[in-house]
């Protein structure tokens, strides 16, 4: 058991058992993960109502970790992500029904020319990691990279199962989202989210900024990934299967959508608002309901490839249909990240919220502590 740091943020009284969660994943967490440093945060209607955070942001407890505090978020990511392309589908420049070559022409190599957008974002394009190992600095080298997932042919028959790509998906539509908006991204994400709206969120971290990143404890144990084949081989196992140097400098500037983002907890809480709130952020369109309704709805549902659970997946989003991790809201989208943080929009309650921490767990999704959060929340509620 751990000491209780203080607490401290904002919190309503009709949500005080959430506080109490919070507070309790410090000193009594369940499975002995009690937290190193945390942030909790809730949006309602758009509108921001719950912001907690605590603890530390290094493992030796020397430095706080504070509203300011940056987290490597890893997948939760993702959920960005798919916002990125959905206003790329809002814009006109991209269609989820239509082949990702018709934009991108190189990818269409190695039978890989029917893959439609929906297809790539909802990880049915066959492409979880490199089907011949890779040495792991490549993953810093986005030509090569690209080049090497072009020519690959895919790892399954496109459109028959899904596959989560931890990696290469963040390659994939970072690519075509530049190709058809003219910037990485990183940079709109900057000019069209971050700054307009105030929200503390990086794909790319610049130098100046690397003070503020906390220090993760990493899990002491291996996620189970259930049988091991080759194509979970790929995704996870092989040496090049994730770029080296995480936490690096070189690491934390590179741009990687699906894997490393840096956020605080209020900065994904609010810019998954449009999922919540019918497509509007601080009262501005984003997504309109046709585009929203794409981009949320189920595209594939059933056993996946490599992760071992059976997922509905939208257009780049975690459904929590049959997963039952953000809420009891079947509508709920949302994503998880490696060592336990998430981030989700539940429609049905205006509902979007955002959990970090920096002492990791091996749990692939549903992370003990953040679960703890979400049931007190929704009891409140």
């Not at 507070?23 to 942030?39: K, S, V």
């Not at 990279?145 to 390659?171: E, F, N």
């Not at 741009?255 to 449009?274: C, D, F, K, Q």
């Amino acid at each position: 058991m751990t000491d209780l740091p203080d607490i401290h943020g904002v919190c309503p009284d009709r949500f005080t058992t959430v506080r109490d969660a919070f507070a309790a994943n410090f000193t009594d967490a369940p499975e002995g993960l009690d937290e190193q440093g945390a942030r909790f945060s809730v949006c309602i209607g758009g509108e921001p109502v719950i912001d907690l955070w605590g603890g530390h942001a290094d493992p030796a407890r020397t430095e706080p970790f504070t509203d300011a505090t940056l987290t490597p978020v890893f997948s939760t990511g993702k959920a960005v992500m798919a916002l990125m392309i959905a206003t790329c589908v809002e814009r006109g420049l991209l269609a989820y029904e239509v082949p990702v070559a018709a934009y991108w022409p190189d990818f269409g190599q190695a039978g890989k020319d029917g893959i439609t957008v929906g297809q790539l974002m909802s990880h049915q394009a066959g492409l979880s990691g490199f089907s011949e190992a890779a040495d792991p600095t490549i993953w810093f080298d986005r030509e090569a990279v690209l080049a090497r997932l072009c020519a690959q042919a895919p790892m399954w028959p496109p459109g028959t199962a899904s596959g989560y790509h931890p990696i290469t998906i963040g390659y994939l539509a970072g690519e075509l989202f530049r190709l058809v908006d003219g910037r990485t991204m990183g940079t709109a994400l900057a000019g069209d989210f971050a700054d307009p709206f105030d929200l503390d969120l990086w794909i790319g971290l610049p130098g100046s900024e690397h003070d503020r990143v906390a220090r993760m404890r990493k899990p002491t144990a291996a996620p189970d990934l259930g049988t091991i084949d080759a194509i979970k081989t790929a995704a996870f196992l092989d040496r090049g299967s994730a770029p080296g140097g995480r936490g690096s400098s070189d690491w934390r500037q590179m741009e990687i959508p699906s894997a490393n983002m840096h956020a605080t907890a209020a900065g994904l809480a609010r810019v998954l608002t449009p999922f919540a709130t019918g497509g509007l952020l601080d009262g501005q369109t984003i997504l309109s309901p046709a585009v929203l309704a794409q981009a949320t709805r189920e595209r594939i549902h059933g056993p996946d490839k490599v992760l071992p659970f059976t997922i509905s997946w939208a257009a780049g989003l975690m459904r929590n249909a049959g997963l039952d991790v953000f809420g009891p809201n079947p509508g709920t989208v949302g994503h998880c990240g490696w060592g336990g943080s998430c981030a989700f929009a539940d429609p049905a309650t205006g509902i979007s919220a955002a959990y970090v921490m920096t002492r990791q767990s091996p749990h692939l999704l549903g992370d003990p502590r953040a679960l703890r959060l979400v049931e007190a929340l929704y009891a409140a509620i």
